[in-house]
């Protein structure tokens, strides 16, 4: 029969094995899969883990494309197997003159390089491309970093590591104590959607980056009463509005229709002050009669609504960046970026359009750093978490940054992309995460 495994990590294996087999030797295909010490493997199946290694897995229920959840803990010392201790944890403790105090930075500084804000904040500044991804993915830290108020930059940069080493604190001791709990259980749920989220916002920016960027709204020029307006063309509104403003600049106040006044809801509420109910609007050569709503508070001069495009039969080309009016035969340019009135940037300025660039330049080359160190580690450790003997750092500088909250996995290429420079490192890892 064929037995699905899936990891915490979202990892599959199929594995083709007798129903009779005894779990113990299951645990032992499953080292072969995973790489797993067949010893520290835990299975759990239907919610439950299954802790008689002597039972077949008949006996526990599981039949032909079942799927069970194995996951890999950690074995206690000899102590606390032996007399019930509980297991101390010494990798923090500092030993004056000892080796973890010089090995593992390539800057030679014996602190945490968390403790060190003004070397994190040199290097984030000599990066403009790590910048830019921190505005994206951070920006209460990007805004103390610009600010140039070292003081606030250090309070923001500690307040987040607190709080990054606090919550995997937190997630290690409940697997450590219960990985079956109902709440280790949640923040294991939690972790995979972070990564499956991440996982997706790499794809798109990958293979669909264009949506990234921010999308011209539809603009024509037109004249109403002689004056030139720029009117947004919106096939999704109901009614053609105006502003109050615009029509007092046209000199048509004078034909409003107060009794039509009421309430325009929609994404917000606005007071309709009357319509004016025949006008006629310039495009181009043509003259197309409609009517108005007038708004008192429209950032927009005019909008043309579905009521004037269905009248004048319009067609909204967006290949050939042209509306054209069916009852005329006569089409318009939407107007280019640059042409826009300021309303019209309802998504932002200039400025993003060049930041979510270098985002993804910056993505794409993290990205093809990732790929390459994990092809050069892929030799020395089975699940691309290993060090190698070419490493410039040590466990010890890999055990500092995981402590910070990052992964092990990034912690080790971001080293190697810096050649074991800690304080590099870190900006580059703060950069790339995200901050909820």
């Not at 060090?387 to 996995?409: K, N």
Request: hydrophobic share 35%.
């Amino acid at each position: 029969m064929k037995v699905t495994l899936t990891t915490l990590s979202d990892d599959l294996y199929v594995l083709d094995v007798s129903e009779d087999l005894e779990l113990e030797n299951f645990k032992a295909f499953c080292e072969v899969e995973t790489g797993f010490p067949a010893p520290e493997i835990s299975i759990a199946f239907n919610g439950r883990p299954l802790l008689d290694d002597k039972k077949t897995l008949k006996d526990h229920g599981i039949q032909d494309g079942d799927i069970v959840v194995i996951q890999h803990m950690q074995q206690r010392g000899p102590q606390s197997q032996n007399f019930g201790l509980p297991a101390l944890d010494f990798s923090t403790i500092q030993v004056p003159g000892g080796p973890s105090s010089s090995s593992g930075s390539a800057s030679g500084s014996g602190s945490r390089p968390d403790e060190d804000p003004k070397a994190i904040k040199e290097m984030l500044l000599s990066h403009p491309e790590q910048v830019a991804l921190l505005k994206q993915n951070n920006p209460r830290l990007a805004d103390a970093l610009l600010s140039g108020n070292m003081d606030a930059f250090t309070n923001v940069l500690q307040e987040q590591m607190a709080a990054r080493r606090d919550q995997q604190d937190k997630y290690r001791r409940m697997l450590s104590a219960n990985p079956f709990d109902a709440e280790a259980q949640r923040l294991i749920a939690e972790e995979i959607k972070r990564k499956n989220i991440e996982a997706n916002m790499e794809a798109a920016i990958e293979y669909n980056p264009e949506t990234f960027g921010s999308v011209v709204m539809l603009y024509i020029n037109c004249r109403v009463n002689g004056h030139p307006v720029k009117a947004f063309v919106d096939s999704g509104a109901q009614a053609t509005i105006m502003s109050s403003a615009c029509a007092e600049r046209c000199h048509i106040m004078r034909l409003v229709d107060t009794r039509w006044s009421g309430i325009a809801k929609g994404v917000g509420e606005q007071r309709i002050i009357g319509r004016i109910h025949m006008m006629q609007i310039q495009i181009e050569n043509d003259h197309l009669t409609t009517s108005f709503s007038v708004l008192q508070d429209q950032p927009m001069d005019m909008l043309l609504g579905l009521d004037m495009l269905r009248r004048h039969e319009c067609v909204l080309d967006l290949k050939a960046n042209v509306l054209r009016i069916g009852t005329t035969g006569t089409e318009t340019r939407f107007l280019p970026e640059n042409e826009l009135p300021d309303c019209a940037r309802l998504f932002g300025n200039p400025e993003d359009a060049v930041r979510q660039v270098e985002k993804m330049e910056m993505d794409k080359a993290l990205e093809d750093s990732r790929k390459e160190a994990e092809a050069t580690s892929s030799g020395a450790s089975t699940s691309g978490t290993g060090l190698t003997p070419s490493d410039s750092f040590g466990e010890s500088a890999v055990q500092e940054l995981v402590a910070m909250g990052f992964p092990r996995e990034q912690v080790i290429i971001e080293l190697r992309n810096f050649n074991g420079d800690k304080n590099n490192a870190v900006a580059a890892l703060l950069a790339k995460s995200l901050k909820y």
